[in-house]
């Protein structure tokens, strides 16, 4: 009871003084260019808090946790790859009602697209500008459980030779630094198994971790 209370005082806090909030964090980031990585809308919001050009594909999409761990391991090579459309996923229990696209053998799922040709401009758009930034130190990679991401895929994630990552679950992942891996305490409302989506979590974010001291990492 006591955590809910705090949360919801923390939270309203920040709902209030959104403003004085989201100016402090635009003037410390200046102008410290950063891509995001993320496999779910968790990147998106964050683009959006920092009123910043989507300036990845990795906006509005999501990755299943095993395409995610696979494309960030060949991350350069399909980044070449072209989209190819499909009509049927890999996942029996996604539901499509929206574009599908495949990246050589990787899902990419546009959930907030509004068609096939609407998904490709966006890509291929947001790719450009993400390919203009060639300092890899300047990338940050982010994954957690909401896709499908099992505790084996986040130490595989924490793996790979990327300067900049996080992730978040519902339980504490032993031999994982806290500062990278969090643990969220609250759940999905609709299945309590599960993490917050994208938009929620980046909302909660701000309860455990400081985002511009990691966007501002040298």
Known sequence: ???????FIRRKFREIFKNNINKRDIELLKDKNF???????????????????????????????????????????????????????KYPERELNYPLALLDDIEIHFRHNKNEEDAKIKWDRRKKRMLEETNKDNYYFKICTAWSATEEHIKKFHSLPFKNKL??????????????????????????TLIPN???????????????NWLLRS
């Open 1 to 7: 009871m006591y955590r809910k209370i705090s949360v």
């Open 198 to 212: 994208g938009k929620k979590l980046f909302k909660l974010t701000f309860l455990y971790f400081d985002l511009n």
């Open 167 to 192: 992730s978040y679950s519902l339980s504490k992942i032993e031999g994982l630094n806290t500062k990278d891996h969090i643990k969220i305490i609250e759940k999905n409302k609709k299945d309590n």
């Open 35 to 89: 891509v995001i990585i993320s496999d779910n809308c968790w990147g998106g919001s964050l683009y959006q808090w920092y009123k910043r050009p989507y300036n990845t594909p990795f906006a509005g999409v999501g990755v299943y946790g095993d395409c995610y761990i696979k494309l960030l391991t060949n991350f350069d090579y399909y980044m070449e790859q072209e989209l190819t459309f499909i009509n049927k996923s």
